[in-house]
Structure formats: structure tokens, C-alpha cells
């Protein structure tokens, strides 16, 4: 009996434990867009990185649009290192 609650307690640990953890990582992809926004209007970009920078807000700002906050994060992540930021 022991081994079968031990098994039902560590299933559930096992599929509750992504689910918590996908909600906690993301923050709102809109606000790192105001911080994008920001960052691009007090930089001073060559025609390259302006270029890159504008491609990745581009694919941020399409996942954001579709509720993928991770994703849409992760472009505006890659734009703000084209940056240096």
C-alpha cells in the first residue's frame, strides 16, 4: 500500500510540476516590450543591429500577439543583447 501512495504522490509531482513552473517563467510580454521600446529609443544603433533589433521586436511582438509570453520574451531578450543591454 505504501509503494502504490508513493507512486500516486510522485505522479502527481511529476506532471503539476511543469505546469507551475511554465506560469512562473514568463513575465508579461508586454511590459518587456515598453522596456525594449526604451532601450531602442536611447540607443545608438548601426544600420545592422537597428535591422536585427527591428526583426526580433517584430517576432516578439507576433508571439506576443498569439499569448506565447516565453517566446515572445526570448526575441526581446536577443534584441536587447544585440544592444548590449
Known amino acids: 500500500m505504501r509503494r502504490f501512495a508513493f507512486a500516486i504522490a510522485l505522479g502527481t509531482f511529476a506532471v503539476s510540476a511543469p505546469v507551475s513552473s511554465v506560469f512562473a517563467?514568463?513575465?508579461?510580454?508586454?511590459?518587456?516590450?515598453?522596456?525594449?521600446?526604451?532601450?531602442?529609443?536611447?540607443?545608438?544603433?548601426?544600420?545592422?543591429d537597428k535591422a536585427k533589433v527591428s526583426a526580433l521586436e517584430t517576432k516578439g511582438i507576433e508571439r506576443c500577439n498569439a499569448d506565447d509570453d516565453k517566446r515572445a520574451d526570448d526575441f526581446f531578450a536577443q534584441a536587447m543583447k544585440v544592444m548590449g543591454k
Open 25 to 48: 517563467a514568463a513575465a508579461p510580454c508586454e511590459d518587456t516590450l515598453k522596456t525594449l521600446r526604451a532601450a531602442e529609443a536611447a540607443a545608438t544603433l548601426n544600420a545592422d
